[in-house]
């Protein structure tokens, strides 16, 4: 009988040790090629808590985003029930021990406006039969530069086995969106000590430039002055894109009375374009002196 079970056994692993089949692809989950005529698969989720990124990320605060890494194999559970242990995992996986799969973690289209890195790239899990899962954690780390564009972005990550033997390699990709905290930021150009005359009607050119992280709306708002100048100024709001430039234009005419010294103060509120509850906002002030003579 020990005769005939050591027969049976060499006869598997030269069975087991045959010509190379390949294998299919699928459009997310990529399994690489097979080796052997009877091999196994492997397969890799992830499991990703994006409960940290519902509302937009801060800048130069770390986030931990959890990532649970879920692993498991098509080999049977009973498979080569009958033999030592160590003997199948020789024909398995070519060593006599008990091995561990390492899951390697990638992303794929890092930002430059960010640094992002897991915390444990590599991280080893069981090489379970019969379907049953084994689990491993680890996190995305997400820091912000100041610069970063207050837009959705999306960051795709990779999860990939190697192949071990007759244990196939596997590849698999999930992404997840974030987006920037808004940095509201303008700079304002303009004359704001001028000479007038009596009954001059006069224009100023207000220069405002977006140096913040998103589409920004500009409000122009009155707060002091006199209103017999009857100042006006247009158009009522701005939208500038990043980097953009544009003007209000400050009118009023001076009342033949006037003589002295005249200050408008004109505060400008810097919002999101479109509005976004919950985003910061910026006021920012301007001044402007008018004298005669």
């Given amino acids: 009988m020990k005769k005939i079970l050591s027969t049976v056994i060499v ?24 080796t052997y005529l009877i091999s196994f698969n492997s397969y890799i989720d992830i499991e990703i808590n994006t409960s940290v990124l519902e509302d937009p990320v801060e800048f130069g605060i770390p986030v931990n985003v959890p990532i649970d890494i879920k692993y498991w194999t098509d080999i049977p559970e009973d498979f080569l029930w009958f033999i ?23 992303i794929l289209n890092p930002p430059d406006w960010a640094n992002i ?12 039969q019969g379907n049953q899962r084994s689990n491993a954690n680890t ?8 610069d970063a ?3 959705s972005y999306k960051i795709d990550l990779a999860a990939s086995s190697d192949q071990i033997k007759r244990l196939n390699g596997f590849s698999y990709q999930e992404s997840l969106d974030i987006t920037p905290q808004y940095s509201p930021c303008i700079t304002i ?12 009607t006069i ?5 405002i430039t977006n140096c913040g992280n998103k589409i920004s709306r500009v409000t122009p708002i009155l707060v002091s002055g006199n209103g017999e100048w009857t100042p006006m100024i247009n158009p009522p709001e701005l939208e500038l894109p990043i980097d953009d430039s544009s003007e209000f234009d400050l009118q009023f005419t001076v009342p033949n009375d006037f003589y002295g010294l005249q200050v408008f103060q004109l505060n400008f509120k810097v919002e999101i374009y479109p509005y976004r509850s919950g985003s910061p906002t910026l006021t920012i002030p301007l001044y402007i002196f008018l004298y005669y003579p």
């Fill in 149 to 151: 564009p207050s837009v």
């Fill in 84 to 106: 030592p242990r160590q003997i199948r995992n020789l024909i398995l996986f070519g060593q006599i021990i008990d091995l561990r799969q390492k899951i390697h973690l990638d």
């Fill in 203 to 207: 224009h100023i050119p207000i220069n």
């Fill in 189 to 200: 150009e303009s004359d704001n000590i001028i000479q007038v005359i009596p009954e001059q």
């Fill in 139 to 146: 996190s995305l780390i997400i820091l912000l530069n100041q």
């Fill in 11 to 34: 006869l598997l692993f030269v069975i087991l040790s045959c010509s190379p089949l390949s294998s299919a692809e699928t459009k997310e989950k990529i399994q690489k090629d097979r």
């Fill in 117 to 128: 890195y897991f915390s444990s790239p590599d991280v080893l899990v069981d090489i379970t």
